[in-house]
């Protein structure tokens, strides 16, 4: 078998902690792309608010973001699949987080939509300087988004729920009943601090399936990196499933392999092992 397509996800698997793309990992992807496979970003974020470094790689094309609820073509800035929130079950769930001690927005039109309330909150929230400085660079701050979103009476195409810092028990209680109360949606983290709802068919395993389908490559020939449980469904859905090491212990569980962590170059690790048993 040879991989056409490696989809890998970003924060806390490609990217240091630091949300940086480590020489080694850059080096990997260029000796993979040379050899044919195609890299393609599978990640929360939404194209233009993926990091330089990585919408400036020369061969990046496609991207799986918004967790799979948006495939996106760069050249021919063309949408190859979207699922995405209806309004009306955002005013539902919008309703019930006003109920709780969350901050809470939306991406919509490929940007994150922010209360400047929820704002000025962060730093209480969020406390790791790299991962409050992700949200600041990809939000837009209003004085009341949710009439915003009416006005536009607009789907949305992510809602992200930010506990705050030490309340990881209210998290957990969430990642377990939001599920329920607002099934069939797909909830999911991405951080040690959030939670991420999304349509029922927008994961990155839906979205991996849809962008094989568009480029006629079989699923079979596909690999995947990742950490979090939102990576858990792209895992299983890919040829070969790689979690980081620093992955959740459900993602280790469903992986072909485990790499070493996002820190350690791990993603290098493998392609490096793939390139020398001819996988690539």
């Known amino acids: 078998m040879k991989i056409r397509l490696i989809a890998l996800d970003l924060d806390g698997t490609l990217l240091t902690d630091q949300k940086e793309l480590s020489e080694r990992n850059r080096t990997a992807l260029f000796e993979a792309a040379a050899r044919g496979a195609l890299i393609v970003p599978a ?8 990091p330089t470094a990585i919408r400036a790689l020369p061969f990046l094309r ?12 760069e050249t021919l800035q063309q949408t190859l699949y979207s699922a995405y ?17 969350v901050l809470f927005d939306c991406y919509q039109y490929d940007c994150g939509w922010i209360d400047r309330r ?17 949200i600041t660079s990809t939000r837009k701050i209003t004085e009341d988004f949710r009439a915003l979103m009416h006005e536009r009476h607009d ?13 990881e028990p209210l998290r957990q209680e969430l990642l377990r009943t939001l ?10 983290t991405s951080l040690y601090c959030n939670i991420e709802i999304n349509a029922p068919l927008a994961t990155k395993g839906q979205g991996l399936q849809a962008l094989c389908r568009a480029l006629s490559i079989p699923i079979g020939e596909t690999a ?13 859905a890919a040829g070969i499933g790689v979690a980081m090491e620093n992955a959740h212990p459900s ?14 170059n791990g993603v290098a690790q493998v392609i490096d092992d793939w390139i020398r048993r001819g996988l690539l």
């Open 43 to 50: 990640t929360g974020r939404f194209f233009s608010g993926m």
């Open 118 to 134: 929820f704002y000025d909150l962060l730093w209480e929230y969020v406390r790791q300087d790299p991962v409050r400085g992700v």
């Open 179 to 188: 599920p329920v109360r607002f099934a069939p949606l797909n909830v999911s």
């Open 62 to 73: 496609y991207g799986i973001n918004i967790n799979g609820g948006k495939v996106w073509d």
């Open 155 to 167: 789907s949305a195409q992510k809602i992200q729920i930010l506990c705050r810092e030490g309340d």
């Open 224 to 236: 995947a990196f990742g950490d979090g449980l939102n990576d858990l469904d792209l895992l299983k």
């Open 251 to 264: 993602v280790k569980a469903a992986a072909d392999q485990i790499a070493g962590s996002n820190n350690e």
């Open 85 to 101: 929130i209806p309004y009306e079950t955002c005013e539902e769930i919008y309703d019930y987080l006003e109920t709780l001690p």
